[in-house]
């Protein structure tokens, strides 16, 4: 029988139909992969148990014909979003005993339609980072090395955990949160697929917060299709979360394989970065000749304020952040440190919980927000927003179905090598987090390697609410730049 | 702009997290890098920009003003470090 943790979701699932293999045979597959690949630090909680529990039921329900969209198909969950009586930490030392005695919105609807629980997932602590290295849990290693070398990379951030397992084929899929580039970066440090949908599509309730106005969950996937089979069942409005749209949900499958004749995408000069790699060029003017050998037409446009929008973003999210997190307080759930006074106890709490990039974020949003520099910073940053977003708008009335981009400035980077700088770990968003200050909808497709052999993704940046555009040209990229898998070391 | 010690103290005070008086220069240097990186937006012009307040256009949904959930106090204070009954205890705020 074939290896079961080597097939695509779309395959599991047409093969759990046909009853080619059960359910529990593809859960136990991944359980054995995930325990034999504890080197990558991908998973912080094994859920064996509720695996092959909630894999017996997905059999019997498709026996009876009665299976829903992801019957029997095994998945791993970031710890960002709350599992009911499953450990949720966020990677902070502040909930590192939290049990939720409810279940997120997104999860609820992939237990819905069948899916499995394998575990919960690695990530930054609070989603605040781009190597998966700020998490209390430790890094996550990336499946990924030089060719002929074995420095441990890492697999991204802060969706790291999904990255990383869904390359090391661990599991299926896997849920994942994007602020600033959280689920792109990471899939294109790992050769998934990840996107990060048009805020409001997905529901946020029940994922720990980190900055409401850019915070969007989606799906990290072996290939496009998986993508969009996975996100047919993440999408949705949600009366719990005010921000999510009441819009219907297409059936994003069926955008795979539609013809992208006529398009038009947007090549945006200001991407081109002084001392860009040659490897990402060249990466970059392929993807746009793949596009148009499938009958797209390429455009240059211009998005004057790209430039702008990671700084912007260091002052909006992080003035989130410190609002959201002022809810660590010992009081109600999580950590507490015992203090003379209640202040005592409250600083004492957060000093002792919060590792040093929240303490850094969660300090310079205080500072943000403050009496005398709100209007300096805050309010600064929420005009240049509109600009950034004003942008993307002209170039879509100008008739640009998509914009074309690198993923990420460079490959994966070493465990440790960006350690002392936070600005420089910062610029690996500098492409996506465009994105997020607009609320547009963007898909990370790997598309090559780098020429120590790591793998070098590219973006696809779509209109409000466009997903299918996206699932359509993505898999274009996909099907010309063919898929990569990881040599096993571990 | 950037922040002297005494503001970094101020800071952390205000964001509730205690600091250590030998971390204060440290974390001095690691604002300062951050204050020094969006300093940059002071060169865009934003004159009669709006500031955003929603990234989509969409119109607050809203509920009938009714009760639809509660009588859950159990969970409520389920993970909560100290309890008595469904009360959630704290140092002494009131002399």
Redo the contacts between chains.
């Keep these: 029988m074939t290896d079961l943790t080597s097939l695509t979701l779309a395959e599991d699932r047409d093969g759990l139909a046909k009853k080619s293999f059960t359910s529990l045979e593809l859960t136990n597959a991944h359980l054995d992969a995930i325990q034999a690949a504890r080197a990558l630090n991908a998973f912080v909680m094994e859920t064996p148990d509720q695996a092959r529990a909630m894999a017996r039921e997905a059999d019997a329900s498709i026996t009876k014909g009665q299976g829903g969209p992801l019957a029997g198909i095994p998945l791993g969950i970031k710890d960002l979003f709350a599992t009911r009586d499953v450990r949720t930490t966020a990677c902070s030392k502040i909930l590192a005993?939290?049990?939720p005695?409810?279940e997120s919105t997104i999860t609820s609807q992939l237990w819905r339609d069948g899916a499995v629980m394998l575990g919960k997932l690695n990530n930054d602590e609070f989603a605040m980072g781009s190597s998966n290295e700020t998490s209390c849990f430790g890094p996550v290693v990336n499946p990924w090395r030089r060719d002929g070398a074995n420095t441990t990379l890492v697999p991204g951030g802060s969706s790291g955990g999904s990255a990383s397992a869904v390359a090391a084929l661990l599991c299926m899929g896997a849920t994942a949160t994007d602020t600033g580039g959280s689920i792109r970066q990471p899939a294109a440090f790992t050769a998934t697929v990840g996107l990060k949908p048009?805020?409001?599509r997905c529901s946020r309730w029940g994922i720990a917060a980190f900055a409401s106005?850019l915070d969007q969950a989606g799906p990290i996937a072996r290939t496009v299709r998986d993508a969009a089979i996975l996100m047919r069942s993440m999408a949705g409005h949600d009366?719990k979360d005010?921000?999510s749209?009441?819009r219907d949900v297409p059936d994003y499958e069926a955008a795979i394989g539609k013809s992208v004749k006529g398009m038009r995408i947007g090549i945006p000069r200001e991407y081109r970065l002084d001392g860009m790699p040659a490897e990402i060029e060249k990466l970059w003017s392929e993807g746009g000749a793949w596009l148009k050998s499938a009958g797209a037409e390429l455009v240059e446009v211009s998005l004057p304020?790209t430039?702008?929008a990671l700084?912007?973003y260091?002052?909006v999210a992080p003035a989130e952040a410190?609002s959201n997190l002022?809810r660590y307080?010992?009081?109600?759930?999580?950590?507490?440190v015992?203090?003379?006074?209640?202040?005592?106890?409250?600083?004492?709490t957060?000093?002792e919980g919060?590792g040093d990039e929240v303490?850094?974020r969660?300090?310079?949003g205080?500072?943000v927000l403050?009496a005398g520099?709100y209007d300096?910073?805050y309010?600064?940053?929420?005009?240049?927003?509109?600009?950034i977003?004003r942008d993307f708008e002209d170039c879509f009335a100008k008739g640009v179905n998509a914009l074309l981009t690198p993923a990420t400035p460079s490959a994966a980077f070493g465990i440790g090598e960006k350690g002392g700088?936070?600005?420089e770990m910062?610029l690996n968003d500098i492409f996506t987090v465009t994105v997020n200050?607009?609320?547009l909808p963007g898909i990370a497709v790997p598309a090559g390697k780098d020429a120590q052999g790591l793998p070098l993704g590219l973006q696809l940046i779509g209109r409000?609410f466009d997903e299918e555009t996206l699932f359509s040209l993505a898999e274009v990229l996909e099907q010309a730049a063919g898929r990569f898998t990881p040599t096993r070391w571990w | 702009m950037s922040v002297d010690a005494a503001t970094v103290r101020r800071i952390a005070h205000l964001a509730r997290i205690a600091v250590v008086e030998a971390e204060i220069p440290h974390l001095q240097g690691e604002l300062n890098a951050m204050l020094a990186f969006v300093e940059q937006l002071s060169e865009v012009n934003i004159e009669g920009v709006e500031p955003m307040t929603s990234v989509t256009p969409m119109e607050m949904k809203k509920r009938p003003d009714a009760v639809n959930d509660g009588e859950i106090a159990d969970d409520i204070v389920r993970n909560a470090p100290a309890t008595d009954d469904h009360f959630f205890l704290v140092p002494k705020v009131v002399e």
């Design positions: 005993n939290f049990v005695t409810y048009t805020y409001g106005s009366p005010t921000t749209a009441d304020h430039k702008y700084p912007a260091y002052i410190s002022a307080d010992g009081v109600r759930y999580g950590l507490r015992p203090g003379r006074s209640i202040g005592e106890m409250y600083e004492n957060r000093a919060f303490r850094r969660v300090m310079i205080t500072y403050s520099y300096a910073y309010l600064r940053a929420q005009k240049v927003r509109t600009l977003k700088d936070p600005v910062y200050m607009a609320g409000p």
